[in-house]
């Protein structure tokens, strides 16, 4: 009995930590994913003409998120600095 309480109580925790922390590829799908595609420009342009753009730039990935907290140089994203951060890191990996 205590077990099962033991497991349940471990999946609880499990679950609620797969939830704070999304990945970069799901935060890109629901909050990027009306404007940008992986490999189609639609608003802006994939998230492969943008890796490639940035490809070996470490800095832009501070720029960018920025960027879309300020709405400059970007439309606003109204995202967590977290989110922000792994969709752009997603996007800048893009193949
Ligand atoms: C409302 C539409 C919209 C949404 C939502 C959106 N973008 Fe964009 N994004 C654009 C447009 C338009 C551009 C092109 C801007 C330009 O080149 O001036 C762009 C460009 C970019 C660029 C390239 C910037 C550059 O300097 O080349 C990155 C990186 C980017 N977006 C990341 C994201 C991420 C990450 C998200 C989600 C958190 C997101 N965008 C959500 C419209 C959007």
């Known amino acids: 009995m205590k077990a099962i309480l033991?497991?349940?109580a471990a999946a609880g925790v499990l679950a609620a930590g797969v939830g704070y922390a999304q990945s970069g590829a799901d935060v890109a799908k629901s909050k990027c994913a009306a404007c940008h595609d992986v490999d189609k420009k639609k608003v802006?342009?994939?998230?492969?003409?943008?890796?490639?753009?940035y490809k070996g730039k470490k800095e832009a990935?501070?720029?960018?998120?920025?960027?879309?907290?300020?709405?400059?140089?970007?439309?606003?994203?109204?995202?967590?600095d977290a989110e922000?951060?792994?969709?752009?890191?997603?996007?800048?990996?893009?193949k």
Do not use: R
């Open 6 to 8: 033991l497991v349940l």
């Open 44 to 53: 802006g342009p994939s998230f492969k003409d943008i890796a490639a753009k």
């Open 61 to 80: 990935e501070g720029k960018l998120v920025g960027a879309m907290k300020e709405g400059k140089g970007h439309p606003k994203v109204a995202a967590s």
């Open 84 to 94: 922000l951060k792994a969709a752009v890191q997603h996007m800048l990996s893009a």
